[in-house]
């Protein structure tokens, strides 16, 4: 794949990419959809990246259907697939790791503290593999965008970070590989997430400033759904991620919720007419 | 410098880079030497590194001469001479590390815990902006070395990473920037590192395979001479940096030891000769 990428960088192309971990849905194909746009050849990855899963998260059972998912990738029109193994990818003696600090300690870094250091890690070695141009992270994964520009900027890799909107079901639940653990009886409450988005944008129109009157909304319409368990919902900075207390300029809202076993996240802008004003 | 570094590609050349923090002595000039031989384009950075330096060392004092630099760069026919400044490398909100675990523990790593996560960080960055196909590092920073080449394994760098030998002053001690420190009257004390060195080599040619004995007769040359104060002496594993206790096969002796405040290290194989086993 690297002396691929080389090769193709000393023709000219621009590599678009985007790395993903599988069991590709509309909100991956939207992504990359984006990424077809912006370059001239388009690279996508597969790869279900242990390190970002600790011990007892779903790492074995996350979905995978990797026949499937190259007909989804060919059906966008994708060049190349680059599907790595474990072995490959974390040989023996592995021990070289890429940390994002501050951006990575709040939010789901909270709940899961090595998490985004196994992001870092990994995507630092896809973009030194695959030699992209351009790639493409979707919104859905707030923090983790936030935390790439910021690992992009700060390690110099020249790499142009496009953030592709959340796919969203006709319902409003946002796009997720894991929407597949969910029984039938649990998407309601997984609407939840949504509609707390919802209402708090309709709430910071109507004039709601007080971002912990917000959050206490948003966390009461969650809990009055069974077998809903909040991890956060926070209103920040969308690019520090730090919590702001007055929604008086735009703002970022996130949440995580466990739907019986099965943890969900969402991210919505919040007050993206008021004036942004410069910190 | 990244935009020259791609277009040098597409034109097929081969960038060899040595990265250093200036006030250049024969020891740089011999690593560019290698580089230039092996690469069509010799790029070196100057740059004194601040996250490789905790509070209280020598960042402030470390010598420059940037003049004198830019002629002995040019002397070996170096093409391109990088000066990113403090603003440019780490720019307002930096905050993304890249952390060497096990390796970084032992040696240097402990009484400087800071400083292989100081300079993998850097490193990774000239990497990406210098975009170089081979890079030259000197074996006098042995650990470093090692880290580097563990790193650029791990991280997936495509870069070929060369070892270049120690040069030495004709009295043997090891060049570094950092020898300017000394004063005349300690120069004396600080040649005991790489008689230490030679008598721990005599040793081993001798038979002597117990590495506490070489270790402790070492320590007790050095310790002879007045002004020193050692921080470590130890043998290990010339790749994994494992304390060995039996010099049965190669093995990498390595010391630092404080000459007044003067915080020198030095390096050298042991029983090259022997049979190497794999572990």
Not at 38 to 49: A, E, H, K, T, Y
Not at 93 to 109: A, D, H, I, K
Not at 195 to 219: C, H, P
Request: glycine share 8%; aromatic share 8%.
């Amino acid at each position: 794949m690297q002396s691929r990428a080389h090769q193709l960088h000393r023709e000219g192309r621009r590599i678009a990419f985007v790395p993903t971990m599988g069991f590709l849905h509309t909100g991956h194909l939207s992504l990359m959809r984006i990424a077809r746009e912006r370059g001239d050849i388009l690279v996508i990855s597969i790869f279900v990246n242990p390190t970002q899963f600790a011990p007892g998260e779903d790492f074995e059972a996350y979905p995978r259907d990797m026949p499937r998912d190259l007909g989804l990738a060919e059906s966008v029109g994708t060049d190349i697939v680059f599907t790595p193994d474990n072995e490959m990818m974390y040989a023996e003696g592995f021990q070289t790791y890429v940390s994002p600090e501050n951006l990575s300690r709040g939010m789901c870094g909270k709940s899961r503290p090595i998490f985004f250091r196994g992001v870092a890690t990994v995507v630092t070695k896809l973009f030194n593999i695959v030699r992209p141009d351009i790639a493409v992270f979707g919104e859905k994964d707030y923090q983790q965008l936030v935390i790439i520009r910021r690992m992009v900027r700060d390690l110099d890799f020249g790499i142009e970070i496009v953030g592709g909107p959340t796919v969203r079901e006709n319902d409003g639940l946002a796009m997720s590989s894991r929407n597949a653990y969910l029984r039938p009886d649990q998407r309601a409450a997984a609407l939840s997430l949504y509609q707390a988005l919802q209402l708090s944008r309709t709430l910071v129109k109507a004039g709601e400033r007080q971002a912990d009157k917000i959050i206490a909304a948003a966390k009461r319409h969650i809990a009055s759904f069974d077998g809903t368990a909040i991890d956060y919902v926070v209103i920040v900075d969308p690019e520090t991620l730090d919590d702001m207390t007055v929604v008086d300029r735009p703002a970022r809202m996130a949440l995580a919720v466990k739907v019986g076993a099965t943890r969900l996240i969402d991210n919505m802008a919040l007050g993206e007419d008021l004036a942004d004003r410069p910190a």
